[in-house]
């Protein structure tokens, strides 16, 4: 059994360690709720413009050159992680996915295959191997405003265009409440049209188009990928805060269950101590007596 010194020095280690997962947890909290606020808000927008643009047909001639369908010779990962550690698997999984998607289009003889990283757990991962990783963009993450998200957004999408890449993917954790996290690998371009992958009905709403269908198929399909590209951002910063409170709260129960045993053989090896103790007196005042 430990003497009672380790003990002790355990036991205010473990008490320290506790002290400090508890305050990351409610810091954690604080800017979780705010992160879940704006990804609430953000979604609804998001999911009307897709309605709407999946609304307008685009099999009769409508296309944009971000509806270009070609080969995936030359593609691009986006991948998207934390900055930060202390959040679990979180960015494990999607580091692990990236490295899946990578493999899976090697097979398929891709011939040139960039990443665009974002958060710094996947930039420095993936740095490690030579001219893989296109730019890095990690600071969007400390201040994510609309405006330096879709700056990144226009540059993949100006690549697309310019047939830099035949195609372009994200890789992110998607946020659905504190406890879970669903790791997606989503298209990003080319732009596929919800009324080429439905069967059935194509269109849900009467539209009255002004001026065309063409004008406002090139006007809103730029739209709907910068907020597309910025709800992604959004969806992953949600999803970190929860899963690093989650983890938090795990550390704090196990600190709690860990100081519960300890003490608990403290006090044992302290009541054997002084069991001893009594046991020498006793030996002693016996050995006088004789």
């Known amino acids: ?171 992110y954790n998607q946020f659905k409440n504190s406890l879970t996290q669903i790791l997606s690998a989503e298209q990003f371009l080319p732009v596929v049209p919800k009324a080429v992958v439905d069967s059935g009905v194509k269109s849900r709403n009467d539209y009255i188009y002004e001026p065309d269908k063409e004008r406002i198929l090139q006007e809103m399909i730029p739209l709907t990928l910068r907020s597309q590209f910025y709800r992604v951002i959004l969806d992953s910063l949600a999803a970190e805060h929860g899963a690093r409170m989650t983890a938090m709260q795990k550390a704090t129960d196990n600190a709690t269950e860990l100081l519960k045993e300890l003490r608990l053989s403290y006090n044992k090896a302290r009541q054997a101590a002084i069991t001893n103790e009594i046991i020498e007196i006793v030996s002693g005042s016996e050995a006088l007596k004789g």
Do not use: W
């Open 1 to 171: 059994m430990a003497n009672l010194k380790e003990v002790r020095t355990r036991i205010a280690s473990v008490s320290s360690t506790q002290q400090i997962t508890s305050a990351m947890k409610m810091v954690s909290a604080a800017k979780f709720r705010r992160a879940q606020n704006a990804i609430m808000g953000m979604r609804p927008y998001a999911a009307m413009l897709n309605e709407i643009i999946s609304d307008i047909d685009v099999e009769d001639g409508v296309q944009t050159p971000y509806h270009e369908v070609r080969s995936a010779q030359s593609v691009l990962l986006v991948v998207v992680t934390s900055n930060k550690g202390l959040c679990g698997a979180f960015n494990s999984n999607v580091i692990k996915e990236a490295l899946s998607r990578k493999e899976h289009y090697e097979s398929k003889g891709c011939k040139l295959l960039k990443m665009i990283t974002i958060g710094k757990r996947c930039t420095e991962f993936f740095s490690k191997q030579k001219e893989l990783v296109a730019a890095s963009y990690d600071d969007v993450l400390d201040n994510p405003d609309f405006d330096s998200i879709a700056d990144i957004s226009e540059a993949i999408m100006r690549s697309f265009c310019n047939k830099e890449y035949d195609r372009v993917e994200i890789v």
